[in-house]
């Protein structure tokens, strides 16, 4: 059992027992849920399905620059599946700023939308 054989190591003595844990999970999913409750969990993977579909809308009607946000989007989206990227300032700043421009370059490519 590593816990208990982590706790008998020399730098584990000075320290209260099962401080050295991470206090949240290292998923952006989890920690969305924990955060936000079922409701944010839920608007946060239609935000995930909503930037699949416009990347493969984008890929279709070959718009580089479309494409280029929708990876950035998504990259951030699947990197959180191993870290929490999206509750960090500056990350989670940048993610919204991608989602905005996804949701922009959505409207202006079909006004009606809006």
Do not use: C
């Not at 409750?37 to 699949?52: A, C, K, P, R, T």
């Not at 809308?57 to 479309?66: A, D, N």
């Not at 946000?69 to 999206?86: E, I, N, P, Q, R």
């Amino acid at each position: 059992d590593f816990q208990r054989v982590y706790e008998g190591t020399v730098p584990q003595l000075y320290f209260p027992p099962h401080e050295w844990l991470v206090p949240e999970p290292h998923n952006v999913y989890l920690a969305t849920w924990l955060h936000t409750g079922l409701l944010g969990f839920v608007i946060f993977v239609i935000m995930g399905i909503q930037g699949v579909r416009f990347l493969r809308k984008s890929f279709r009607q070959e718009e580089i620059l479309h494409v280029t946000v929708a990876l950035g989007f998504l990259s951030m989206y699947v990197h959180g599946l191993l870290d929490t990227t999206v509750w960090k300032n500056d990350l989670a700043v940048l993610f919204f700023v991608l989602y905005l421009l996804l949701l922009h370059q959505t409207a202006f490519r079909n006004p009606s939308n809006i």
